[in-house]
C-alpha cells in the first residue's frame, strides 16, 4: 500500500477477488484469515458491498460474488463483441450456419453475441442474451470441458458436438476460448440440419482461436 491508495477499497477488492475464485463462497472466518484481518473489518466489508449488491450471502452464511458484478461486467461485453465479430462473420459465412460467442454467467452459458450467414435461404434464429444452464448445449459443454484441462491446451478432439439441443432444436459445435486470464467462454454454431459435417469441428476450432488472440 502506498499514500495514494484506500486500504478500505484494496481490502473490498480483494474480498471480490477471493469470493471469485471461490466456487462454494466464504465464511467470514475464512475471509478475515485470508485477508489477516479480524472479522469485524470483514463484516463491515461484506455489508458495504452487499449494499451495492456486488456480494450476497446464503442461508449458511458463505458470501459469494453478487449479481450487482454482472451490471459492471456488462459493459465489458460490447467489447468482447466488437473484438469477436470478425471471427464470427467469417464462421456464419463459411458454414452458412449462425455462430455466436458464449461467455460463462454463474452456472449459465450467456450469448454475447450472434452473426446469421447472410446467403442461406434458413438458418436458426440465435439471439444475443439468450441464457442456458452450461449442461444443455454445445457452448456450455466445451466450456466445462475446457475447465479439466491447462488452459493453454485443448481436449483432444477440441470442440463439442450435440444434436437436437433443447433450446434450438438445432445441432450444435463449439470449441472453448483458452488462453484466456478471467474470461470462460466459447465460441460455436447451431445449425437446422440434424447431422454435422465433419468440418464444422475443427472449423469452431479454428474460430475460437482467432477470437482468443483477439481478445489477448
Known amino acids: 500500500m502506498t499514500a495514494e491508495t484506500s486500504q478500505t477499497l484494496d481490502r473490498g477488492v480483494r474480498v471480490l477477488k477471493l469470493l471469485a475464485d471461490s466456487e462454494r463462497g466464504l465464511t467470514v472466518t475464512e475471509l478475515a484469515a485470508r485477508l489477516a484481518v479480524n472479522r469485524t473489518v470483514v463484516y463491515r466489508l461484506l ?50 450456419a449462425t455462430a455466436h460467442l458464449t461467455l460463462v454467467d454463474g452456472n449459465e452459458a450467456l450469448a454475447v453475441a450472434v452473426v446469421e450467414p447472410s446467403w442461406t435461404d434458413f438458418h436458426v434464429a440465435y439471439r444475443t442474451g439468450l441464457r442456458h444452464p452450461l449442461t444443455e448445449s454445445a457452448a456450455g459443454r466445451a466450456i466445462l470441458e475446457a475447465r479439466t484441462f491447462p488452459s493453454q491446451r485443448r481436449p483432444e478432439q477440441g470442440f463439442v458436438i450435440t444434436r437436437a439441443e433443447e433450446q434450438s432444436g438445432a445441432s450444435g459445435a463449439a470449441a472453448a476460448l483458452v488462453g484466456l486470464s ?32 483477439a481478445l489477448r
Not at 455489508?47 to 450487482?68: K, N, P, S, Y
Open 47 to 96: 455489508a458495504t458491498l452487499e449494499q451495492h449488491g456486488l456480494v450476497r450471502r446464503d442461508i449458511g452464511g458463505r458470501a459469494r460474488v453478487g449479481l450487482g458484478v454482472l451490471r459492471l461486467a456488462h459493459r465489458v461485453h460490447p467489447l468482447l463483441r466488437e473484438a469477436a465479430l470478425p471471427a464470427l462473420r467469417s464462421l456464419a459465412e463459411d458454414l452458412g
Open 182 to 213: 478471467g474470461i470462460e467462454g466459447s465460441v460455436g454454431v447451431v445449425m437446422l440440419n440434424g447431422m454435422v459435417p465433419e468440418r464444422v469441428g475443427p472449423r469452431v476450432v479454428e474460430a475460437a482461436t482467432e477470437v482468443a488472440d
